[in-house]
């Protein structure tokens, strides 16, 4: 099977980094004082390193053991934890039809999760996006959602941001013709997610539709409406300045599939998981 791909060039975006952070990924966010941020940005926290170590003497230095960073889930305070588990559904890896994972176009030359090139981050709270920023704009082009030339995913992270960005294509298999795309793992940078969707647009009545379809995150047991409709309640700020009518869809044609990662959700919480 061959596959031809077509990268999107990175965007350059004055974009907030958050302590503790170090992926390169651009996100659009507002520019503002910092706060603790989005853990979707902590990928990296997720990789073994090795400490060096003096031996004998200043000059003397040797690899010591392997350690494990934390996981994203650890790094967060239990308190707030539970909170966004009860919000928004459990931290959860991406999944695929034959298991855990991504797909091998969803990665670069060395085999690391591609990042999403261009995204919005959204958040109760914050300053809310300025829609006549041009950065915006590119990042969310809601002239071409509603004719349907594009079409739009959002994921919400460790922190309860919700990242907005395009499914964009890059490449395609020469064999079946299917196209490939960067999908829900590219806007947390491959790492875990907790619900997660697209957006749909009805010409005839008008509505934008925040709809929690992902075969990659929203499959888990434990993902129900109240989350989606906590993730309504950011959209419905965020894009107030639009002046569009806002609406949900709850999918729930599929069996969930078992937690991975243990939810502090307290219906959830004695869930085996796999």
Same mark, same amino acid.
């Given at each position: 099977?061959?596959?031809?791909?077509?990268? @999107?060039?990175?965007?350059?975006?004055?974009?907030?980094?958050? @302590?503790?952070?170090?992926?390169?990924?651009?996100?659009?966010?507002?520019?503002?004082?910092?706060?603790?941020?989005?853990?979707? &940005?902590?990928?990296?926290?997720?990789?073994?390193?090795?400490?060096?170590? *003096?031996?004998?003497?200043?000059?003397? *230095?040797?690899?010591?053991?392997?350690?494990?960073? $934390?996981? =994203? #889930?650890? =790094?967060?305070?239990?308190? *707030?934890?539970?909170?966004?588990?009860?919000?928004?559904?459990?931290?959860? $890896?991406?999944?695929?039809? &034959?298991?855990?994972?991504?797909?091998?176009?969803?990665?670069?030359?060395?085999?690391?999760?591609?990042? #999403?090139?261009?995204?919005?981050?959204?958040?109760?709270?914050?300053?809310?996006?300025?829609?006549?920023?041009?950065?915006?704009?590119?990042?969310?082009?809601?002239?071409? =959602?509603?004719?349907?030339?594009?079409?739009?995913?959002?994921?919400?992270?460790?922190?309860?941001?919700?990242?907005?960005?395009? %499914?964009?294509?890059?490449?395609?298999?020469?064999?079946?013709?299917?196209?490939? #795309?960067?999908?829900? @793992?590219?806007?947390?940078?491959?790492?875990?997610?907790?619900?997660?969707?697209?957006?749909?647009?009805?010409?005839?009545?008008?509505?934008?539709?925040?709809?929690?379809?992902?075969?990659?995150?929203?499959?888990?047991?434990?993902?129900?409406?109240?989350?989606?409709?906590?993730?309504?309640?950011?959209?419905?700020?965020?894009?107030?300045?639009?002046?569009?009518?806002? %609406?949900?869809?709850?999918?729930?044609?599929?069996?969930?599939?078992?937690?991975?990662?243990?939810?502090? &959700?307290?219906?959830?919480?004695?869930? $085996?998981? %796999?």
């Amino acid at each position: 099977m061959k596959v031809t791909r077509n990268l @999107p060039t990175p965007v350059s975006v004055d974009a907030p980094t958050e @302590p503790g952070t170090s992926s390169s990924s651009s996100f659009i966010g507002i520019k503002r004082r910092r706060s603790s941020g989005a853990l979707a &940005d902590l990928s990296e926290a997720t990789r073994s390193n090795k400490r060096l170590h *003096r031996v004998g003497s200043l000059d003397s *230095r040797r690899a010591g053991p392997e350690i494990s960073a $934390p996981k =994203l #889930h650890e =790094l967060i305070p239990k308190e *707030r934890a539970e909170d966004l588990d009860v919000r928004f559904g459990s931290l959860q $890896p991406v999944r695929t039809k &034959d298991g855990d994972g991504i797909h091998p176009w969803e990665r670069d030359a060395e085999g690391r999760p591609l990042v #999403h090139p261009c995204r919005l981050a959204l958040q109760s709270g914050d300053t809310q996006p300025d829609w006549t920023d041009p950065a915006v704009r590119k990042a969310l082009d809601i002239d071409a =959602l509603k004719q349907k030339q594009k079409s739009y995913l959002w994921a919400t992270s460790a922190l309860g941001r919700v990242f907005v960005g395009e %499914e964009v294509l890059v490449g395609t298999d020469t064999d079946s013709l299917k196209h490939h #795309h960067l999908g829900h @793992p590219a806007l947390v940078a491959g790492g875990p997610a907790r619900i997660c969707g697209e957006f749909q647009f009805d010409a005839q009545s008008g509505k934008l539709t925040v709809i929690n379809k992902s075969g990659r995150y929203s499959r888990y047991k434990d993902r129900s409406e109240p989350h989606l409709q906590e993730v309504a309640k950011i959209v419905r700020e965020a894009f107030a300045p639009l002046g569009l009518d806002i %609406e949900t869809k709850y999918r729930s044609d599929k069996a969930g599939d078992a937690l991975v990662l243990p939810s502090l &959700d307290p219906k959830y919480r004695d869930e $085996p998981t %796999e």
